[in-house]
């Protein structure tokens, strides 16, 4: 999930394609539903957020550069936020082992 989140830029379509089949496979196989869920909501969104096609990032940038008038570089915020969407991965696995 997280693979195909990096590589679309969108927690949406991660969320709509892949888990739709995801989450009850992990749920037929015995596990909590409402640990599946969370997990797969965490997943999605550390994907979403990793380069190389963080698209929300190029589209706050944008907006964001648009406002204050100044030049964001969307690759230095990419880059930054990798910690953020690593801790957001770890989360969904920690959610689906416990």
């Given at each position: 999930m997280a693979?195909?989140?990096m590589l679309t830029g969108s927690q949406?379509?991660?969320?709509?394609v892949i888990f739709s089949f995801f989450g009850p496979a992990l749920i037929s196989i015995?596990?909590?539903p409402v640990q599946v869920a969370a997990?797969?909501?965490?997943?999605a969104a550390g994907g979403m957020g990793l380069p190389?096609?963080?698209l929300t990032t190029f589209c706050v940038a944008g907006i964001v550069g648009s406002m204050v008038g100044k030049e964001v570089d969307p690759i230095k915020?990419?880059?930054m936020m990798v910690?953020?969407?690593l801790t957001m991965i770890a989360?969904?696995?920690?959610?689906?082992y416990i």
């Open positions: 693979l195909i989140g949406s379509t991660v969320q709509n015995g596990m909590d997990a797969g909501a965490h997943l190389p096609a963080d915020s990419m880059i910690p953020m969407c989360i969904g696995m920690i959610l689906l």
